[in-house]
């Protein structure tokens, strides 16, 4: 099989890119990359890139609902984020400690999507 | 602003877990690590973890349409994935070239997502 290294873009389709744009840029520090009429790209790390597309503008792809999306954190960095969240207007709606130890904190993003932050000890894998 | 390592999980909604599970698994070799009536999880390095959701089975979450996911690929890679793929009964859509000098392959899952493999060269960060 040939070889891959990894999710490089996920994808969220919002009604409003510069709400969107924004706050992914105020809560979790990612700088838009791309800005154009139907897709504003922001930079996750140096090999991620999250794709928020205006619903409905994109022809050959397209999403409705409140897709789910999860980043992984450090856990020494858990209580910094459960400050820093409430601080920037966002309530933390849900928490989950996985039997294998991690932790995930669950809150929405503008469009109601599900995100997640989760330490280490979720899968099996991580 | 705490620290954040990236995406962990990306979801996708889907008609029938099975068949996804066997399409990732076959086209893609990401192996399942997590089985269960409204979720596959399946692992495609050991920091990311793809999650397939049966569409209508989530209470906080859910998704329609056809949504966009794209895997990073080394340049060596693109010849080999170009023959790999309809081997394996996956057509390819389209092509791009991208200014920067990366190369994107399009195409579909079972559900009509469109995935997409791409070299170094898209963005400015990749």
Same mark, same amino acid.
């Given at each position: 099989?040939?070889?891959?290294?990894?999710?490089?873009?996920a994808s969220l389709y919002v009604?409003?890119?510069e709400r969107s744009a924004r706050?992914?840029?105020?809560?979790?520090g990612?700088?838009?990359i791309h800005s154009g009429d139907r897709l504003r790209a922001v930079r996750v790390t140096d090999r991620q890139v999250l794709l928020? =597309?205006?619903k409905g503008a994109?022809?050959?792809?397209?999403? *409705?609902?409140? &897709?789910?999306?999860? =980043?992984a954190i450090v856990p020494e960095a858990l209580q910094?984020? *459960?400050?820093? &969240?409430p601080e920037h207007g966002v309530v933390?709606?849900?928490?989950?400690?996985?039997?294998r130890g991690g932790h995930s904190i669950y809150f929405r993003d503008p469009d109601q999507h599900l995100l997640e932050l989760v330490t280490p000890g979720c899968w099996s894998i991580y």
């Amino acid at each position: 099989m040939p070889p891959l290294q990894g999710v490089l873009e996920a994808s969220l389709y919002v009604d409003d890119l510069e709400r969107s744009a924004r706050f992914y840029q105020e809560v979790f520090g990612f700088a838009v990359i791309h800005s154009g009429d139907r897709l504003r790209a922001v930079r996750v790390t140096d090999r991620q890139v999250l794709l928020l =597309f205006k619903k409905g503008a994109s022809a050959d792809h397209d999403g *409705e609902g409140r &897709l789910h999306l999860a =980043f992984a954190i450090v856990p020494e960095a858990l209580q910094a984020w *459960e400050r820093w &969240l409430p601080e920037h207007g966002v309530v933390i709606e849900s928490r989950k400690a996985w039997p294998r130890g991690g932790h995930s904190i669950y809150f929405r993003d503008p469009d109601q999507h599900l995100l997640e932050l989760v330490t280490p000890g979720c899968w099996s894998i991580y």
